[in-house]
């Protein structure tokens, strides 16, 4: 079958309208059912979705007439040839779960999925429409999908071209759209191409389950096993891949709001957690993913981020100092010598190291013992005097004991919430326990 893939492109002049209705709608709302979604599609499956539609339980009728089914092996076999018989029909349920895609993690699964799900359901329309009434539905699709694809691509450039950009680097949301948006239709045209000389890549046709050629998330699911999506070669000169586009939208999780340092705090732990970030910048440099070039300016980045907020605090602090009520003596600006002095020191020990688990480990101890060689000599100071942070960095039970009513509250430490976003990113980017710090050695150093 010839397919004409010069519609199938995202224009990045033209974005597509939002269509509120017509024969194809894409729900915001998560499907992620046992038969769709995010979610292995098997045959089985298939059937026991497509028996239980047919055979709906009432469980409020009486006379029941069909029992729940949990086994293929209690579908008769007469339904299977049913289903092989039946008149088309529409499924609108089907193409609702062939675009329920996370969107959150891999960008490369992401436009595989997207993409794949599209050619499926082009394929599907023109196996049973034609004329005007094809052109019709296939402009309906062409919309909608390119209205997802570019919410997609925004959000990453947003997300990561924005953060760059608002930490010294000019022109990179675009780029980063560019570079989704190229990927995106190179693998539509891969697609198509495949199934040009593949029609029967699900390998469905003469068997029992042939049926399920008019089901989008399943033919979508194969065809994404079938053909493995390359790299355009037009775009191997550009600078970034989607891999690290993921793992730098990752990153950025952790940098995209002003609570970066605990307002309890005082210089070491501003440091600390400063360092932290630092860190987690290191670990998505050493990612094989990650070219050099574009781990130096997510890292140049991240500390000029991490200066912007210190200044942004210092700010607001000298604001107050011509209040003649402000004790500045009690609450003076954040010394940043002190901070970085802290974060210096936690990337010195992780190149001496070279573990993480053991260098943050060894810095929280390092923090710790610097606060508190501070409080008779920095006594004046509300953050050494009274310290809340490191006094309840361990163990913070006193918040707590005079609620009655505290479900729903996060009672963690300020160690614990340290080590489980750590232990978070950690996997996330290097998919590896290696790097991860086991949270009952918070006996070591307590």
Same mark, same amino acid.
């Given at each position: 079958?010839?397919?004409?893939?010069?519609?199938?492109?995202?224009?990045?002049?033209?974005?597509?309208?939002?269509?509120?209705?017509?024969?194809?709608?894409?729900?915001?709302?998560?499907?992620?059912?046992?038969?769709?979604?995010?979610?292995?599609?098997?045959?089985?499956?298939?059937?026991?979705? /497509?028996?239980?539609?047919?055979?709906?339980?009432?469980?409020?009728?009486?006379?029941?007439?069909?029992?729940?089914?949990?086994?293929?092996?209690?579908?008769?076999?007469?339904?299977?040839?049913?289903?092989?018989?039946?008149?088309?029909?529409?499924?609108?349920?089907?193409?609702?779960?062939?675009?329920?895609?996370?969107?959150?993690?891999?960008?490369?699964?992401?436009?595989?999925?997207?993409?794949?799900?599209?050619?499926?359901?082009?394929?599907?329309?023109?196996?049973?429409?034609?004329?005007?009434?094809?052109?019709?539905?296939?402009?309906?699709?062409?919309?909608?999908?390119?209205?997802?694809?570019?919410?997609?691509?925004?959000?990453?450039? %947003?997300?990561?071209?924005?953060?760059?950009?608002?930490?010294?680097?000019?022109?990179?949301?675009?780029?980063?759209?560019?570079?989704?948006?190229?990927?995106?239709?190179?693998?539509?045209?891969?697609?198509?191409?495949?199934?040009?000389?593949?029609?029967?890549?699900?390998?469905?046709?003469?068997?029992?389950?042939?049926?399920?050629?008019?089901?989008?998330?399943?033919?979508?699911?194969?065809?994404?096993?079938?053909?493995?999506?390359?790299?355009?070669?037009?775009?191997?000169?550009? /600078?970034?891949?989607?891999?690290?586009?993921?793992?730098?939208?990752?990153?950025?999780?952790?940098?995209?709001?002003?609570?970066?340092?605990?307002?309890?705090?005082?210089?070491?732990?501003?440091?600390?957690?400063?360092?932290?970030?630092?860190?987690?910048?290191?670990?998505?440099?050493?990612?094989?993913?990650?070219?050099?070039?574009?781990?130096?300016?997510?890292?140049?980045?991240?500390?000029?981020?991490?200066?912007?907020?210190?200044?942004?605090?210092?700010?607001?602090?000298? /604001?107050?100092?011509?209040?003649?009520?402000?004790?500045?003596?009690?609450?003076?600006?954040?010394?940043?010598?002190?901070?970085?002095?802290?974060?210096?020191?936690?990337?010195?020990?992780?190149?001496?190291?070279?573990?993480?688990?053991?260098?943050?480990?060894?810095?929280?101890?390092?923090?710790?013992?610097?606060?508190?060689?501070? %409080?008779?000599?920095?006594?004046?100071?509300?953050?050494?005097?009274?310290?809340?942070?490191?006094?309840?960095?361990?163990?913070?039970?006193?918040?707590?004991?005079?609620?009655?009513?505290?479900?729903?509250?996060?009672? /963690?430490?300020?160690?614990?919430?340290?080590?489980?976003?750590?232990?978070?990113?950690?996997?996330?980017?290097?998919?590896?326990?290696?790097?991860?710090?086991?949270?009952?050695?918070?006996?070591?150093?307590?």
């Amino acid at each position: 079958m010839q397919i004409n893939t010069s519609s199938l492109f995202v224009n990045l002049n033209s974005r597509p309208p939002v269509l509120h209705n017509g024969f194809f709608k894409l729900s915001d709302k998560k499907i992620h059912s046992f038969y769709g979604g995010n979610t292995e599609i098997t045959k089985e499956n298939a059937l026991l979705y /497509r028996y239980r539609m047919a055979n709906p339980i009432k469980i409020f009728e009486k006379d029941q007439k069909y029992k729940p089914i949990d086994n293929i092996s209690d579908v008769p076999r007469e339904f299977l040839d049913q289903l092989n018989e039946e008149r088309y029909s529409w499924d609108e349920f089907r193409f609702q779960s062939a675009f329920d895609i996370e969107w959150g993690g891999d960008l490369d699964y992401i436009l595989s999925r997207l993409a794949a799900s599209y050619i499926t359901a082009s394929e599907h329309l023109k196996s049973h429409f034609g004329g005007a009434e094809l052109e019709e539905h296939m402009d309906q699709l062409d919309a909608v999908v390119s209205k997802v694809m570019n919410q997609r691509a925004d959000v990453f450039a %947003e997300n990561v071209g924005g953060f760059l950009e608002n930490n010294g680097f000019v022109g990179e949301k675009e780029k980063i759209y560019d570079i989704i948006a190229s990927e995106y239709n190179n693998k539509i045209r891969q697609y198509s191409e495949y199934i040009k000389k593949n029609s029967d890549y699900a390998h469905l046709k003469g068997t029992e389950y042939e049926w399920l050629s008019n089901d989008i998330a399943y033919m979508a699911q194969e065809l994404r096993k079938a053909c493995d999506t390359t790299l355009n070669p037009d775009t191997l000169g550009e /600078r970034y891949s989607l891999e690290e586009i993921s793992l730098a939208n990752r990153l950025v999780q952790d940098l995209s709001f002003d609570g970066l340092f605990d307002s309890l705090g005082n210089e070491e732990s501003f440091g600390l957690d400063a360092g932290m970030l630092l860190l987690k910048t290191q670990l998505f440099a050493e990612n094989n993913m990650v070219s050099k070039q574009f781990a130096d300016k997510m890292t140049s980045a991240v500390n000029t981020r991490i200066d912007d907020v210190i200044n942004k605090i210092n700010n607001r602090i000298l /604001r107050l100092y011509d209040d003649p009520y402000y004790d500045k003596e009690r609450s003076p600006v954040y010394d940043k010598s002190e901070i970085y002095d802290v974060s210096r020191m936690m990337l010195k020990i992780y190149k001496e190291k070279g573990n993480y688990s053991e260098t943050i480990l060894e810095s929280i101890k390092y923090a710790l013992n610097r606060s508190k060689s501070k %409080e008779d000599i920095n006594g004046i100071v509300d953050r050494y005097k009274v310290n809340y942070y490191w006094k309840r960095f361990y163990d913070n039970s006193e918040c707590f004991r005079q609620f009655y009513y505290s479900e729903g509250v996060d009672k /963690r430490t300020s160690y614990q919430k340290l080590i489980d976003s750590w232990n978070s990113y950690a996997y996330d980017v290097s998919k590896l326990q290696d790097c991860q710090v086991a949270i009952n050695r918070v006996s070591v150093l307590a």
